[in-house]
């Protein structure tokens, strides 16, 4: 199983930051995990931030459940993350990564991830 996540390095305050997750070698659409986004800002411990379910349910952080949505493309083996009006708190590695249980609040709850992506938010 590998993932792979993908995305702009840099977004502007105020803009939406778009990043995908490609899966291989498993299916998110009937494979019974919670496909998640989680993310470390620089210094500090990680942070998830929603997931999505094979049957494309979804759950979201309460902290950034307005400004969130997680989605997927069935055909592509992919699901996506946007998170709107960033504000330089935003700045952090963004990973996916398929987990047990809705909320991740360890590592021992998940046992594949992306490697990574660093997003800015500046202007």
């Known amino acids: 199983v590998q993932l792979q996540d993908s995305g702009p390095g840099l977004v502007k305050p105020s803009q939406t930051l778009s990043l995908t997750c490609t899966v291989s070698?498993?299916?998110?659409?009937?494979?019974?995990?919670?496909w998640s986004w989680i993310r470390q800002p620089p210094g500090k411990g990680l942070e998830w931030m929603g997931a999505?379910?094979?049957?494309?349910?979804?759950y979201y952080s309460p902290s950034i459940k307005s400004r969130t949505s997680i989605a997927r493309d069935t055909s592509k083996n992919q699901f996506t993350l946007q998170l709107s009006s960033v504000t330089p708190e935003g700045t952090a590695v963004y990973y996916c990564?398929?987990?047990?249980?809705?909320?991740?609040?360890?590592?021992?709850?998940?046992?594949?991830w992306g490697q990574g992506t660093q997003v800015t938010v500046s202007s």
């Open positions: 990564a398929r987990a047990y249980t809705i909320v991740v609040r360890s590592t021992r709850e998940t046992d594949y």
């Open positions: 070698g498993a299916s998110i659409t009937t494979d019974y995990y919670y």
């Open positions: 999505i379910t094979n049957s494309g349910s979804t």
